[in-house]
Structure formats: structure tokens, C-alpha cells
């Protein structure tokens, strides 16, 4: 059911920043929710949730398949083909099968929804995604009750990514998602960014965002979703588990091993962007925390 | 052609490597503050520097077997090139220091993060080899000792390539390669070590 997630302030919860915020930024500012009931609204808050620009999310990305330069995949993507593109999903669902993209696009409502988004590098954006939930998807396609998990694949294509010619991770690059993440009303696949297709460096046509969880959760390019019993594996989860765990989840108490999580540069202050602190499940708290309840959050990381 | 370029080499003053030195280093941050270095301007520079050190480090060490093998004297440069190689170091901690963390956490960092911990510890043993870096020193402490204080310079080009080869995520060849051009430098002296016989005029 698309529309789920709602914005959470009114216009009369703003008002005084009201007058120059625009409609975008009001959407961006459900996250801000949870802040702005505890503690005075901060200008800086409002500041911080202004989309990042279409240049910048464009020529940022970490894309292994197409190089592991930030710029790499803004100039190697090219050379992928995303049209015609057949996502296979199978396991335990009700209607197996290879369906194009086209086909599944058909039977979905995109929408706009405006997300933070924070890499495990401790940087930042903020991005107006478009796409559809994929509780939506999994839906349609009937997942059966003995599923617990969602296991996504990106495509692998040699003669077009030539990061996979270097051992980086062990490809093709996988992720997973617990069944009720992958239900989240959050958990979307976008298709576009600003409201135009998205581009190939950030992961045409079709990719998973999961607002709450460190970016290379989010896994670009998706060619196969698979509904499984067991906890999938996840690539850079399988490549260092002790740096990566399945969850992945944004939180500022667990650093990663190698740099602290408790701030972020969020990308486009220039040269001397101070950090900001970095949230808790990045700013989607009171939205996702019941999902881990009874959970230590320090040991399932 | 060797001896061309020794002879030309003869006529060119050290002071030339200390002039042009700053340059690269004002030049990134002018990129960097015109917005001419992408989205991420600070670690770009950061991680500039960081990789300049490590030509740097591999130029110094390039100088003793460039000579012995090549017969390209280079000797007179070595000193400036050690000096601008603490520079760009501290250049890069800088960056890091005030761009990066912004003085977050600083001490947990070094303590906690391997990465940084080693790449610290570069940095500091490379402080006396630039305190010593005059002749007034070299006089003071003799040559034996200077050199041999000066042989720190093979754990810190270790550490060096160490630093890469932890700070990147996943199996990456660039560190791997930096990582093999500092040992293949450093084998080149392993006859010169303190306890093997000292056959070979040229020593350092």
C-alpha cells in the first residue's frame, strides 16, 4: 500500500521556519519528528534536511562494480544496460518468476519520499528518492508464511562493470533484509531521483533504500529477490563481519572498528562543513526501533 | 646519458625542491575552496596528502639504489626530499585533524583505530629525523649516530604503507602496490644493515 509514511509535522509545528520551507523540505522534515519532541526546534535541524543537489548525488557514489573511486561510477555506469531489464524473484512466493522491470513498474504506485541517507564512511546526503514500497512488490508477487527474509542480488555483468575484474568482494554483491524490514512502510525501491530516472551510477533501475541502515545496505542494480528461510548473506557482511553485520543499522553507540559513528560530514558543506551528530537509526527511531526489540544493539550490529 | 644527467643535476640547487614544495600543497586547497574538488573536498585533499607523503617517502628511499644501480646521483636532494616528506605529513595530519574529525575524539581515534594509530606513530618518529635534518646536528651527533637515527626512515616507510593498506575497505591492489615498491626499496639495503659486513662504499 503506497502512502504509508506519512509526515508526521504540520505546517503549525514549523511555523516560524514555515515561511521558507518548501514543500520538499516539510516531507524531509517528518524524520526531524522525534527531534522536534524533545528538545526546541533547531534551525540547523531544518538546515540539515535540505535535499543534497542533483550534481551531488550523482557524482558521489560507491558503486564497487564500476570502481572504487567516489567519481568511478559517474564515469564508468555508462556502459550498463538497464533497458531490457528482468528481475527474478523467486523462493517462497506464490508467483515465481522472471518479470521485466517494465512489468513491475506497471503494477506500482511511485511516490516521492525524501530520506536522509548515511554511508558507514561517515558521510552523509539527504535525497528525494522516487519508487515504491517494496512491502508493495512482495505483495504482489505473494510471500508465504514460512518466509523470513528477502535476499537481493545485483547484477553482475563483466563486460560492463569493470570493477569486477578486481577481487574487491566477492561478487555478485548481495544484501538481506528481515522479512518485517523488507514490510517496513519505509523500506522502499526507487526508481528515480528528483523526480527523472535514476541514474545508472545510482543503481538504474531499480534499487533497495533502507533509510535506517548504513547505505551499502541499500543494494543497487537489483536483478534477483529471493524470498528465503534463512538470513541471507550480505557482501561486505560475508567480507569482514567483525566491521559489517547483517543488520547495519545507523547508530551513533557503535562505532565501526576502524572510525567512530557518532558524527558525519554531510557531503556538499564544502571545504570546511562542520560535522554533524549523527542519529539514531539515522533519524528513523520512532519509526523502526520496535523492529528490535529485546535486541542488543552493540552485539547484532 | 647518465653522466649528462649527474652533470646536470650538479647544476641544479637543492633549494629548488624547498621552493616548489608548497605549491601542490597551496594548489589542492585552492581546488578545494573554488569547489573544484568534487562534493567532498576535505577528504579528497586529505587523502591527497596522504599519498604524496607516500611518493615522497618512496623518492627518499629511491636515492640510495638509483645511484648504486643506475649510477643517478641524487644524493644532495635526499635531505630536502625527508624535510618536504615531514611537511606534506603534517599537512596531511592537519587536514585530517581540523578538516576531517575537527578535533572530535582525536585521542580515542589513535588509540582505538589501528589505521591511525600506526600512521601517528609514523608521524612522530619521523619529528627527529626533521629536528636533525641540519648540518649542525649531523656535526653534533656524529655521523654514526645520525645515521643510524636516520635509518628510522625504513619502519616509517613501513608504517606508511601499513596506514594504506588498513584504511581501505576490502582487497585493493594501489596499497597492495605501494606496499611492495617500499619493500622492494627497502631489500635493496638489506646488506647495508647494521650487523652485515659493510663492503660497499655507499652507505644510507
Redesign the interface.
Known sequence: MAFRWKNTLTSDDVTPYAAYLNRRQLMAGAAAGAIAGAMPMASRAQDALEPNTWEEITSYNNYYEFGTGKDDPARNAHRLTIDPWTVRIDGLVDKPGDYSFADILSQMTVEERIYRFRCVEAWSMVIPWNGFELADLLDWVGVQSSARYVAFETAMRPEEMPGLASPVLDWPYVEGLRLDEAMHPLTMMATGIYGRDIPKQNGAPMRLVVPWKYGFKSIKSIVRISLVEEEPPASWNVTNPREYGFYSNVNPNVDHPRWSQATERRIGGGLFAKRQPTLMFNGYEEDVASLYDGMDLSEFI | MVAALNSGLRRVHAWVLYAAAPFPVLWIYYL??T?QL??????V?EHQLGLWSLWLIIAGLAVTPLRRFAGVNLLKFRRAIGVITFFYLLAHLLTWLV????F??VW??IV????ITVGMLAFVLMVPLALTSNNWSLRKLGTDTWRKLHKLVYPIAILGALHFL????????EPILYALVILGLLATRIRELPWASRSTPARG
Open positions: 578545494g575552496l569547489g568534487g562534493v567532498d573536498p576535505a577528504k585533499i578538516l576531517d574529525v575537527q572530535q575524539n580515542a581515534d582505538k583505530r589501528w589505521y588498513l584504511l581501505v575497505k576490502g582487497f585493493q591492489w
